[in-house]
T-cell receptor, first 119, second 116 residues
Framework: GAVVSQHPSWVICKSGTSVKIECRSLDFQATTMFWYRQFPKQSLMLMATSNEGSKATYEQGVEKDKFLINHASLTLSTLTVTSAHPEDSSFYIC???????????????FGEGSRLTVL | AQSVAQPEDQVNVAEGNPLTVKCTYSVSGNPYLFWYVQYPNRGLQFLLKYITGDNLVKGSYGFEAEFNKSQTSFHLKKPSALVSDSALYFCAVRDTFGGGGNKLTFGTGTQLKVEL
């Protein structure tokens, strides 16, 4: 299957700093990537849809200025948590949709997730 | 709007016994249905999907799921559970009606615990 790489796996930062999380599709091109947030023992909450070469589409209630998403190429999307605070501590997961010759059925492949802890 | 319900927060089963993790869905058009598994502090791994065709879908690690249109269900099953199957399982749906790209809606997850 398609491989999605997410980095870093773990990050600890001080309150007020910014943290960047990268999501890469390693063996396919992803025009669309999705960013999710997962709280302990809860489901995935879609934060935004990242489209290559255009602005991300944010879900209702997600602060655009807080969670900056950039999809500069067909294989890379980044999520930057700006001025992080303890309440931003969470597990962030990216996913990419496989299109083209690998299928058009909307199957998503996920990164391994990034655990953010803000002190 | 599309939605998914996983009515059980946790399912306990003894190793070697069959397991079922329930999922029901709601869509406007025809559904694309998926099952994913998540191990602690890891991303989601794809197990299987239903797009069209046979209602019984076979996937990874011996799992299978049966699409039932009349009951709008897509329950995950395995004939003989293993301790290593213990994980968090998510059902997801994508509506083929109304666009929306490839956005999936996930259920709340079911924690499967397989004991010796």
């Amino acid at each position: 299957g398609a491989v999605v790489s997410q980095h870093p796996s773990w990050v600890i930062c001080k309150s007020g700093t910014s943290v960047k999380i990268e999501c890469r599709s390693l063996d396919f091109q992803a025009t669309t990537m999705f960013w999710y947030r997962q709280f302990p023992k809860q489901s995935l909450m879609l934060m935004a849809t990242s489209n290559e070469g255009s602005k991300a589409t944010y879900e209702q209630g997600v602060e655009k200025d807080k969670f900056l998403i950039n999809h500069a190429s067909l294989t890379l999307s980044t999520l930057t948590v700006t001025s992080a605070h303890p309440e931003d501590s969470s597990f962030y997961i990216c996913s990419a949709s496989v299109t083209g010759t690998m299928g058009r059925t909307g199957e998503l492949f996920f990164g391994e997730g990034s655990r953010l802890t803000v002190l | 709007a599309q939605s998914v319900a996983q009515p059980e927060d946790q399912v306990n089963v003894a190793e070697g016994n069959p397991l079922t993790v329930k999922c029901t869905y709601s869509v406007s058009g025809n559904p694309y249905l998926f099952w994913y598994v998540q191990y602690p502090n890891r991303g989601l791994q794809f197990l299987l999907k239903y797009i069209t065709g046979d209602n019984l879908v076979k996937g990874s690690y011996g799992f299978e799921a049966e699409f039932n249109k009349s009951q709008t269900s897509f329950h995950l099953k395995k004939p003989s559970a293993l301790v290593s199957d213990s994980a968090l399982y998510f059902c997801a749906v994508r509506d083929t009606f109304g666009g929306g790209g490839n956005k999936l809606t996930f259920g709340t997850g079911t924690q499967l615990k397989v004991e010796l």
